[in-house]
């Protein structure tokens, strides 16, 4: 079974309309992170999460919320939805041992918003 | 401010030539450094890293990195590249903030291309 799973993996959705998107990890890190990757762009932070009581803006929060429901549960909701919202969402986990960190990923999530 | 730049959008080698992926990066202190593959449709695998133990660092599926201080560079290279190692790859740097958390940044990626 994978470490780090997401759910949905695809998904079509309208302007306007709110979606949550569903990370969910059994690696047992207390660090979880929300990413979105456009072609050329590569991967930008939209939220991180150092525990269950942190929740921190990456550089491109505008338009998205995250709730961490538990250690190992961090869903990412797009309130209403846009067109440039269409992306890949990668959730991932890390865990920070002697000053190493090391993210793991989720297999993405591919959204459509028409 | 930390950055990392990835030489290359787009790479193209022939099956059974040399992979060479470059990797720059800034950073104020020594980072620990991160090559990523992302294989279609899946998300980010490990490649290897770097955490100051030894600078040339071995990976998964035959590639190897060199850490060059230097150079400010973390090159991804494979000496025989193969059918299946057609990818996209991101290079990613962390390092320690004044704040003492640790910041995390990917570069924009390179797309190999192995013909054959």
């Known amino acids: 079974d994978a470490d780090v799973t997401q759910t949905p993996r695809n998904r079509i959705t309208k302007t306007g309309k709110r979606i949550m998107l569903e990370c969910s990890q059994t690696k047992g890190h207390d660090r979880m992170y929300w990413y979105r990757q456009d072609p050329g762009l590569g991967l930008r932070l939209i939220y991180y999460?150092?525990?269950?009581?942190?929740?921190n803006k990456g550089e491109i929060s505008d338009g998205y919320s995250v709730s961490r429901q538990a250690q190992a549960k961090f869903s990412l909701s797009l309130e209403s939805a846009i067109p440039n919202q269409t992306a890949l969402y990668f959730c991932?986990?890390?865990?920070?041992?002697?000053?190493?960190?090391?993210?793991?990923f989720g297999p993405g999530t591919r959204l459509l918003v028409l | 401010a930390q950055s990392v730049t990835q030489l290359g959008s787009h790479v193209s080698v022939s099956e059974g030539a040399l992979v060479l992926l470059r990797c720059n990066y800034s950073?104020?202190?020594?980072?620990?450094l991160f090559w990523y593959v992302q294989y279609p449709n899946q998300g980010l695998q490990l490649l290897l890293k770097y955490t100051s133990a030894a600078t040339l660092v071995k990976g998964i599926n035959g590639f190897e990195a060199e850490f060059k201080k230097s150079e400010t560079s973390f090159h991804l290279t494979k000496p025989s590249a193969h059918m299946s190692d057609a990818a996209e790859y991101f290079c990613?740097?962390?390092?320690?903030?004044?704040?003492?958390?640790?910041?995390?940044?990917f570069g924009t990626g390179t797309r190999l291309k192995v013909l054959a």
């Open positions: 991932a986990t890390s865990d920070l041992t002697g000053g190493e960190e090391t993210q793991y």
């Open positions: 950073s104020s202190v020594p980072p620990y």
């Open positions: 990613a740097v962390s390092d320690q903030q004044a704040s003492g958390t640790y910041k995390y940044i």
């Open positions: 999460s150092f525990d269950v009581k942190d929740i």
